[in-house]
Each structure stands twice: as structure tokens, then as C-alpha cells.
């Protein structure tokens, strides 16, 4: 009876120790690849995360719209990551990115849209898009009537009061 019990107990341990080995392997290959921000400007910065023990060295990341990068590991963890400039002219729409850690693959489809260019917040009117000169003539004139028309409204009402 006891060496059926032990015989039991050691079937039950070799089997725990045989199903969790391929995933113990699984994550050591690369999984959860992100890409930040998921859109993006010609010339602005991606930054390419990727999870997996693997890729703690000899990671790289690939796009069209970047080329290949180096992918630093982050401490503390199994996660690795990189900073990509995407080219001034790369393609408008949705680009794919692939990660190869240590020679395991993996890619993720549209991972980022590159779009025509950011906006033009915050450049108190530095930009050659703004009021021309004549746009401004226009609306100084239109102000100065406003001013006179308001002072001689104001004048006719205060003769009309003293009569």
C-alpha cells in the first residue's frame, strides 16, 4: 500500500514537472509586443516594447517606416524596449513591426499608423499659415468702425437724456 502511495505521488510530481516545463520554455520566447503612441507624425518617436526572457539580449525591433533598432532590456523585469524615429518619408497608413529575440520571432500587423504631421499647437502664430496683412487691415478697419459706431451711440443718447 505505502509503495503504491509513493509510486502515486512521484507519477504526480514527474507530471507536474513535465507540463510545466514548455511553458516555463514559452516564456522565455517574446510575447505582448506594444508599440507607443499608436499613431504618429513623419520624424516623430515610437517607443517599441516587447516581454520575454529572451529578449533581455540580442533583441531587435524592424519596421518599414523605422528600419532596425537595439532593444535595451528594462530592469526588474523580462521586458525589453527601444525608441524608433520614424523616417520623413515614410508612408502614410498602417505599418507592421517585428521583433526578433535571440532568433525567436515575433511580429505584430499595423502595430502603428504614421500620419501626414502633427499639429501646429502652441506656436503663437510663427507659422506662415496665419493672418496676412490684409486679412489684419480688414480687421483693424472692423474694429474701428465697431469703436466709432459705439461712440456716436453713445453721444446721440446722452444729448437725447438732457432735453
Known sequence: MRTTRALAVSAAAVLAVGLAAPAASAWEDPTNLSVSPSVIPRGGEVTVSVDGTKCQSNSTASSDAFGTINLSPVPGGSQASGTATIKHDATVGAHDVSVSCQGAPLMRPAA?????????GGLGGSTQTG???TDMAIGGALVASALIGGGVFWMRRRAEGKA
Do not use: N
Not at 502603428?112 to 501646429?120: E, L, N, P, Q, S
Open 112 to 120: 502603428f499608423t504614421v500620419i501626414h504631421g502633427g499639429v501646429r
Open 131 to 133: 493672418a496676412t496683412p
